[in-house]
């Protein structure tokens, strides 16, 4: 069915961390662009636990629209976190989610909701072309992460970004999902539905800089690949199998000497053993660590964020 008659209204969700260097433009840029949208909209924003003027200056701009809502988590919860504060405060029956800093062009939403008016699909995937200005090394190891997470899970993560459009149907599937971190683009491939793909060529930051580290990168890739297998602990088993059928080969060599009594070799292959099993053990026991972690944080149910301050318009829903 057309969305076009039946549609009211389309949120917009933006994710905010320390970003009074670009908030001035992106303003400027987001209206811009969303004053050509044929529906009336919505803007929520939200901030991450900024520590710089950020909050100062949403709040100065939310003083200027009737159309802006604000929340303010009460220290950084990560992206992730800002991403679900947004869907589950939008109204909209499409939702757009995109970045603060403009690398995500603002003129594509127009793009993506003129389609998803005419009512064939659910999902607008927003894809990037290769960040050729990204350090060599961030390129490689994102590079190996998607082609690894691609042959684990079967989903197609390079180029991926968070800048999609969500109808929604989808937009409630996520609110309702209770995973403690929500790796957005993954999860948002993972739920299927009729989805769509648009590519474009990834900008520079306006201003600013980018807040990943190899720390951050590093953790959202293992809690992107624990939560979507548990192959790697069966991987472990093939391993240990793989051992087995080693130490049982290198057992019967080791007897048949002793019973045709010629010496053990030296100590130089006992070493070894040691030093590879001992490795081997260690790293299955990181494996078996990383999934403890992610089911300690979801059992221990702590909530994924907290919102330290709300500001809506007048006659919003407060409920939330
Ligand atoms: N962001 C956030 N919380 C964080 C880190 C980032 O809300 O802890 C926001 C940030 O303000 C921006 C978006 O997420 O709007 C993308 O961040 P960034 O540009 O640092 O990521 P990159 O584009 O380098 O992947
Ligand atoms: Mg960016």
């Not at 662009?33 to 900024?50: H, N, Q, R, T, Y």
């Not at 949403?58 to 988590?73: P, Q, T």
């Not at 919860?77 to 405060?89: D, M, S, V």
């Not at 739920?191 to 769509?196: D, P, S």
Request: with cysteine.
């Amino acid at each position: 069915m057309q969305h076009a008659t039946t549609a009211q209204l389309i949120s917009l969700v933006v994710p905010i961390y320390n970003e009074e260097a670009v908030l001035p433009s992106l303003f400027a840029k987001l209206y811009e662009k969303l004053a050509s949208l044929p529906l009336p909209f919505e803007v929520i924003l939200v901030d991450d636990g900024s520590t710089d003027n950020s909050w100062a200056l949403l709040r100065s701009e939310a003083g200027k629209h009737s159309n802006i809502k604000l929340l303010r988590f009460s220290r950084n919860f990560g992206k992730e976190a800002a991403i679900l504060a947004g869907l589950k405060e939008c109204d909209g029956d499409a939702v757009v989610v995109i970045d603060a800093d403009l690398q995500h062009p603002p003129g594509m939403l127009v793009e993506m909701v003129d389609i998803w008016l005419q009512g064939d699909v659910d999902i607008i995937h927003a894809v990037k072309s290769e960040d050729r200005n990204a350090p060599l090394l961030d390129r490689v190891t994102s590079y190996g992460f998607g082609r690894l997470f691609r042959r684990i899970t079967g989903y197609e993560i390079r180029g991926a970004t968070d800048y999609k459009l969500l109808d929604r149907r989808v937009v409630d599937i996520l609110r309702e999902m209770r995973d403690y971190s929500l790796f957005f683009r993954g999860t948002t491939l993972w739920l299927g539905f009729r989805h769509r793909e648009l590519y474009f060529e990834l900008g520079d930051r306006r201003g600013g800089k980018s807040k990943w580290t190899s720390l951050s990168r590093l953790r959202l890739g293992i809690s992107a690949l624990t939560s979507f297998t548990a192959l790697p602990l069966h991987l472990m088993t093939v391993l240990g199998a793989g051992s087995l059928l080693f130490a049982l080969a290198m057992g019967a060599h080791t007897f048949y000497n002793k019973i045709n009594g010629e010496a053990v070799e030296g100590f130089t292959s006992v070493i070894l053993l040691i030093l590879i099993f001992g490795s081997l053990t260690i790293l299955c026991l990181g494996v078996i660590g990383a999934y403890l972690a992610k089911i300690h944080d979801e059992v221990r149910g702590r909530p994924r964020y907290l919102i330290d301050e709300k500001i809506l318009p007048p006659g919003a829903d407060e409920s939330r």
